[in-house]
C-alpha cells in the first residue's frame, strides 16, 4: 500500500514559490527534502490555447518548459494543469515512469491510462483513426478525451490489457507546447489518490507532493466550489466506425454528443 506523507498547511505554504531560487532557508530545506520544485505560471500566462498572445506566452515559458521537458525525460512525474483538473504526466513511452505513475497515485494497474499529444495530426501515429479528420478537429483541442484503437508505434507497457487507448489535446496552450516539445506522447491522469475527487488547485493535491519531481502551478482551474468543475474530460470510444459510445460523461458531454450525431450521424451504442 501506497505510503503518503501528509503535509501541513504550514509545511506546504513554504513549498510555494515564484521561480526555482527559493529566498527562505526553510523553502530550500524543505524542497530539499521532497525533491520537488514549483514553478508557477503568471495567472496572465495560463488559459486555453486559442488566446491571441499564446507566442508571447510561449516565450515566458521558456525556462519552465526546458525545465519541465528535462524532468520527464528523466523518467519522473510532473503535475500539470489542463482545461479541466489538475494532471499527473509522464512520458508515455517509458515503461518505468508509467510504473511510478501508478504507484504515485494507489492506482489499479487494471485502469487505463490516456495520452496527451499536442496537435491533432499527432493523434494518427499513436493511434488507428476510422473517424472523418474534421470531427477530431471539431472536438480537440478541448475537454474531451477520444478513445481509439491503439498502434504498434504505442509503448505496449501502456494499457497491456487493451487494444484501445483514451486520446487527450487540452485546450491549455502550456500542456500543447509541453507534449510537442517531448516529441512523444504524454501518459496523464488526474492528480489524485486514487478514488479520491478531482483537483482544481494545487493545494488540494499536496499529500502527492513528496512523490513528485515537478509541479506546474497554473492557478485555480474553474470555480472550486462547482462540483461540476471537478467532472474531467467527457471520455468517448471511437473505435467502432459510424458508432460511439460514452466511457464518462464529464464536463462536455451535451456539446459532444451534438456533434457525433448532428454533424456526422454516428449512432450511439451501450458502452461494455
Request: charged share 20%.
Amino acid at each position: 500500500m501506497l505510503f503518503l506523507t501528509r503535509l501541513s498547511h504550514v509545511a506546504f505554504d513554504a513549498l510555494i514559490r515564484s521561480g526555482i531560487r527559493a529566498t527562505n532557508s526553510a523553502k530550500t530545506d524543505m524542497c530539499k527534502e521532497l525533491k520537488c520544485r514549483i514553478l508557477k505560471l503568471g495567472i496572465a500566462n495560463a488559459g486555453p490555447a486559442k488566446q491571441s498572445g499564446d507566442r508571447v506566452q510561449v516565450s515566458a515559458w521558456k525556462e519552465f518548459l526546458s525545465t519541465a521537458v528535462s524532468v520527464l525525460k528523466q523518467g519522473n512525474v510532473v503535475a500539470v494543469p489542463t482545461d479541466t483538473v489538475y494532471g499527473l504526466a509522464c512520458l508515455a513511452q517509458n515503461s518505468e515512469a508509467i510504473q511510478r505513475i501508478y504507484e504515485t497515485k494507489g492506482r489499479n494497474g487494471n485502469k487505463p491510462l490516456a495520452i496527451c499529444v499536442g496537435a491533432v495530426e499527432d493523434i494518427y501515429k499513436y493511434c488507428k483513426v476510422t473517424v472523418p479528420d474534421q470531427l477530431l478537429r471539431d472536438l480537440l483541442p478541448g475537454p474531451v478525451t477520444l478513445v481509439l484503437e491503439r498502434s504498434d508505434e504505442l509503448n505496449k507497457d501502456l494499457n497491456p490489457f487493451t487494444q484501445l487507448v483514451g486520446v487527450r489535446i487540452p485546450d491549455h496552450a502550456f500542456m500543447q507546447v509541453l507534449a510537442q516539445k517531448c516529441e512523444e506522447p504524454l501518459a496523464l491522469t488526474s492528480a489524485n489518490i486514487s478514488s479520491q475527487a478531482s483537483t482544481l488547485t494545487v493545494d488540494e493535491f499536496r499529500d502527492l507532493l513528496p512523490q513528485l519531481a515537478l509541479v506546474i502551478d497554473g492557478g485555480p482551474i474553474g470555480d472550486v466550489m462547482s462540483p461540476e468543475c471537478r467532472l474531467g474530460s467527457t471520455v468517448i470510444n471511437l473505435s467502432t466506425p459510424g458508432q460511439y459510445s460514452i466511457i464518462r460523461p464529464g464536463c462536455a458531454l451535451t456539446a459532444t454528443v451534438e456533434i457525433l450525431e448532428n454533424k456526422y450521424s454516428l449512432l450511439e451504442t451501450p458502452d461494455h
